[in-house]
């Protein structure tokens, strides 16, 4: 377990033809982080570009097995067959800054 909680930032570009695939597939990956973790996922778009996702993992205290977890059941998904040509998914991990 980590001593301090992680927030996970995930953003890429997706293919619009297949954005509801795409968004099918996530919302079935994280319900079973969800069950799994105690992670709610969220599911956002950039204001003027809603082929700019981004997901929000927060407050994940094993981060190692969550992120296995994540890779594992993306990779049943055709995900990165979704992804804009060129795109990859880019991880983000923030912590709390010490007071």
């Known amino acids: 377990m980590s001593p301090t909680p992680v927030h996970y ?6 293919v619009d033809a297949h954005a509801a695939d795409a968004r099918t597939a996530l919302i079935g990956v994280m319900d079973a982080l969800a069950k799994k973790f105690a992670v709610t996922g969220r599911l956002l778009s950039a204001q003027n570009d809603a082929a700019l ?7 994940v205290v094993e981060p190692v097995r969550f992120e296995a ?4 059941l993306l990779a049943r998904t055709r995900f990165a067959s979704w992804l804009a040509p ?8 923030f912590v709390p800054l010490e007071k």
Not at 69 to 72: R, V
Not at 86 to 93: F, I, L, S
């Open 9 to 14: 930032y995930i953003y890429y570009r997706i």
């Open 53 to 59: 996702w981004m997901e929000v993992y927060e407050n």
């Open 69 to 72: 977890a994540l890779n594992t």
């Open 86 to 93: 060129g795109a990859t998914r880019r991880t983000e991990r």
